[in-house]
């Protein structure tokens, strides 16, 4: 399936989606995994379970995954007519009276078909926090037959998903129904061929992949998602660059002192065997001091390391995004012929935040920390009218961690 004039950038290139959704009273989930490859995205594959465990043995926890829910306490409701021009009034059309604090809404906005669905806040959480339970954490949202509005203009008539069909009424409108699927059919879209069960899912992948966002009252729920997934994605890479760069530079430190200690004895050559013994062991002492200080650290960076970026890691508000997370940063550039010095138990942290208010608590958080001697803000600066950027420097106190 081919798309022109759509900007990717950095939403990646695989792309996972779930749609739960009921038949005969019980629920099923249909797992979609598409992958772009030169502007067209290809199926990897297409599966139904009807288990949670074993759908969680499939999902990549490192790519985005979008979630549609379309069971019997989603309730659907078509217009017909005149539509109204704001969202609320749509809702207020085809559920009176009803207290939308309680709900969550989601609009289609076609000239064919006017649909509403809806759904009580409660129901989604509950699915959420099964998900949740055993380690799925989506990224976006969606609910009923109104997420099918990125794909709508793909599809020819009738139209089968999972549990429903959309066909022709007249020449100028079409009418859902529900119905029980005997047979799975293939769905071909613009060439990508997949499972009539999986339509909704895909549509939402379209969606996110487009940067189109339908009408409706998630739009806070799905930012707080997209959010979380990208903030743990860059505390995950910060983690890895981190530990990369500790031991890139305990190599060169030791090439460097291993090519020094060469040439040193190429140079200096004793006369007599008492002053031989006594360079030598003048230069066991100092392999001894670098091969304890390269063990030290090495030992630090996967227990020490680890539980500071975890404990920073916990309690850091969605409002703020990290830039850097170095511990032990370098106190002078790399130079040749010259030692390699690190900041000892100390951790320095940039970033962006748009709450003040939140990054004053999560700082006083961090220095509330038993591990922390001192916490020190250098830099809060003003860099736009939603962001500011901050830099923060924090003396850290080993005592009573496992070394």
Known sequence: ?????????????????????????????????????????????????????????????????????????????????????????????????????????????????GMVSITKKSAIDEHLSKLKEIGIVPSGISIGISGLSHCLSFLAHPIQGSNFIIDNKDSRQMELSQHHPGLVMEINIQGLQLPSTHLLVFSQILGHIQGSVPYSNLREVNTEMNNHFHNQRLYQKGLQWGLSIMLGILLVNFLLFSHYRTKTMASEEPKDPEQQARMAQKLQERIYTKENKIKALLGSSRTRTTYYMDRIGEGLPESILLDVLVYQPLTRPVQPDKTIRTAGNQISISGQTNDKVAFAKWTAQLESMEWVRNLEIERYEYSSNTVDNFSIKIQCDATGQTK
């Open 1 to 113: 399936m081919m798309f022109k004039k759509v900007t990717y950038g950095a939403k990646g290139n695989v792309y996972q989606g779930i749609e739960i959704f009921e038949l005969a009273g019980s629920l099923y989930y249909e797992l979609l995994k598409l992958e772009r490859k030169k502007g067209e995205l290809i199926l990897i594959g297409a599966l139904t379970f009807n288990s949670l465990k074993e759908l969680a043995l499939q999902i990549d926890q490192k790519k985005p995954l979008l979630l549609h829910i379309y069971t019997t306490k989603v309730l659907n409701k078509q217009l017909y007519g005149d539509m109204p021009k704001l969202p609320e009034h749509w809702v207020n059309q085809a559920f009176p009276n009803l207290n939308l604090e309680q709900f969550y809404y989601q609009i289609l906005d076609d000239p064919k078909v």
